[in-house]
């Protein structure tokens, strides 16, 4: 057994009220012992579907999908003993304590009750949250809530853990907090499959990345395999004047090293750039003469990704 | 068996939960003393002097069907809160545990027949001091009391599948509204059976609610003076007419609830 998350075609479909959607295409995944996997896509792309299906919450339509050996269809409560799974929403009960709430995950997993307590001590003192551990779980904020959720996903030391967006909607100091419990986890030998909107994130935490279109896969490698692909930094620029989009795409398209994009609508144009601080340079002094009400230097996003890889820029299924 | 042991071992850590929420949110323990209180109080003074019978006293008639609508009820309580984990994800964390799959359902039905207990001993207090008596020995009267709990059981797992299905605790709550007025009001609750028109006195007499409400009566010893309200079989057999009704919902919403549970997902 080299793979510890192995999935085969899996399909997903639901019954819309007027058309039958997709969620899942014949996705494939594959995930080695203490590696992390991440599966980057816009919303809609199937990535919870993916989760939700490896966790057992979901039967897929068709494929296979085993997580540390165990067929997740045929021996979903097996495959449960072995995985922790924290998701979107944070699945803890408002009205316990983060201390309750994590004995009583202990309680199911049937750790026993001194073992279920002395794992929540353990984790509440872990995640920080030693200080509101015995306050109801109301009164926290959106990231202790998640690093709740994530301590529950820890209870029974499963060898095998799905974040499903970990970080979405968390400010940026949370989520940097998040992100060294995630690595502290990797390094402790974990097995990890994380989805992900940002590209940042993916790149930060992931040793391999599958990037998700429509349910499949549209390209994978590792983070700098897929840099590659989508180029370094770019700079953008926001004209006053429309009319000005053009020039300024001609411009730019001199220095750029990968394919420039125009938004015309919201003024708007960007070119991935090999040396982004002399490359910023370059474009204002090519640029003489234009309007500009903005101009910098920013990381690829998963727009440019898709950009990149597809041509078209990543769109939310309606 | 295994799974049975295993059933009430992770419905007793549920029932835990349940009960430390009603402890955290002291509202809930408030209404369910508050409103079986004014049920009694509205019914026994507003009504109670409105309505004659031969032989008894109307406050002492509609005291068990009182605690029928009452702890009927007290079961929507199952429903809006199953529903209320389905709304906040809480379900997705169960469904990812490997614990019994009925165990989020034995706990919340078990921790609920404990909430319809307070309400009982509430409303059974207040009715004493309003004048209603029972006239039979306690052991009649704990049965009648253990009826109504089984009866209230019964349908806490009809609304746990409704709780399961529906997007919302609102939407429990009003639709409960709907199907449970007309239930506990068209039967013999609140007022004698042949005062009804025929076509609602049919509906009335094979109405689990009435027969739960005559058999509690009759354990009480209320209304014993009243001259025979109908002679259909369930008003006569009443004991035994309820307990196949239970067992008929029980049969049936346990195993469907259970599956519905199997392949829900949060909203």
């Not at chain 1, 072995?82 to 408002?94: F, H, K, N, Y």
């Amino acid at each position: 057994m080299d793979h510890v998350i192995e999935a085969r075609g899996l399909v997903k479909r639901y019954a819309g009220r007027k058309r039958t959607v997709v969620a899942l295409d014949g996705l494939d995944l594959s995930v080695p012992q203490g590696r992390v996997l991440g599966l980057l896509g816009p919303n809609g792309a199937g990535k919870t579907t993916a989760v939700r299906i490896l966790c057992t919450l979901l039967e897929p339509d068709e494929g296979t999908a085993r997580v540390a050996g165990i067929d997740v269809v045929k021996d979903p409560r097996e495959a449960r003993r072995r995985i922790g799974l924290s998701g979107q929403s944070a699945a803890v009960d408002e009205y316990l304590t983060g201390r309750e709430n994590l004995t009583m995950v202990g309680r199911l997993y049937k750790l026993g009750a001194p073992r279920s307590r002395e794992r929540a001590a353990s984790l509440l003192a872990s995640f920080d949250l030693e200080d509101a551990a015995d306050r109801p779980v109301k009164t926290y904020s959106g990231g202790m809530r998640r690093r709740l959720d994530l301590a529950a996903a820890l209870v029974a030391e499963p060898p095998v853990l799905f974040l499903d967006e970990p970080t979405t909607g968390l400010d940026p100091r949370s989520r940097q907090d998040l992100w060294d419990v995630i690595r502290e986890l990797v390094r402790g030998g974990t097995t990890l499959l994380l989805t992900t909107q940002y590209l940042e994130e993916a790149d930060r935490l992931c040793d391999d990345i599958v990037v998700v279109d429509r349910g499949s896969a549209i390209a994978q490698g590792t983070p700098d395999e897929l840099k590659a692909k989508v180029g370094g930094e770019r700079v953008e620029v926001v004209v006053a004047d429309p009319a000005d989009v053009p020039v300024a795409h001609a411009a730019l398209a001199r220095l750029a090293v990968g394919e420039v994009a125009s938004d015309v609508a919201e003024r708007r144009v960007t070119a991935p750039v090999a040396d982004g601080q002399a490359d910023l340079a370059r474009a204002l002094r090519a640029l003489k003469g234009v309007r500009v009400t903005e101009i910098g230097l920013r990381r690829p996003t998963l727009d440019d990704v898709f950009l990149s890889l597809t041509g078209h820029a990543s769109k939310e299924r309606s | 068996m295994n799974t049975l042991v295993e059933a009430f071992a992770d419905g007793a850590v549920i029932v835990r939960r349940n009960l430390i929420k009603i402890y955290r949110v002291p509202e809930i323990l408030l209404f369910t003393l508050v409103s079986p209180i004014m049920f009694v109080l509205l019914f026994a003074y507003v009504f109670g002097s409105a309505i004659e019978l031969e032989g008894t006293s109307y406050r002492e008639f509609l005291i068990a069907g009182i605690f029928a609508q009452t702890v009927i009820f007290g079961s929507t309580w199952t429903g809006a809160s199953l529903a209320e984990d389905m709304q906040k994800g809480v379900i997705d964390r169960f469904r990812s545990l490997p614990m019994s799959r009925s165990a989020l359902l034995v706990g919340r039905t078990a921790s609920d027949v404990f909430i319809n207990l307070i309400s009982i001993v509430v409303m059974a207090s207040t009715g004493l001091l309003v004048g209603w008596r029972i006239r039979t020995s306690w052991w009649e009267a704990l049965a009648g009391f253990a009826l109504l709990l089984l009866f209230a059981y019964a349908f806490s797992w009809v609304m746990a599948w409704v709780g399961l299905l529906v997007p919302g605790p609102e939407v429990v709550n009003n639709a409960s509204f709907v199907v449970i007025f007309p239930l506990t009001f068209v039967a013999n609750t609140f007022v004698p059976l042949e005062t009804l028109p025929p076509v609602l006195k049919v509906f009335a007499e094979w109405n689990p609610v009435s027969s739960v409400t005559q058999a509690t009566r009759d354990l009480f010893g209320n209304g014993a003076g009243v001259p025979a309200l109908s002679d259909a079989w369930p008003i006569s057999h009443p004991v035994l007419y309820t307990l196949l009704w239970c067992l008929l919902i029980l049969a049936v919403f346990v195993p469907l609830s259970v599956r519905t549970y199997k392949t829900a997902s949060a909203r």
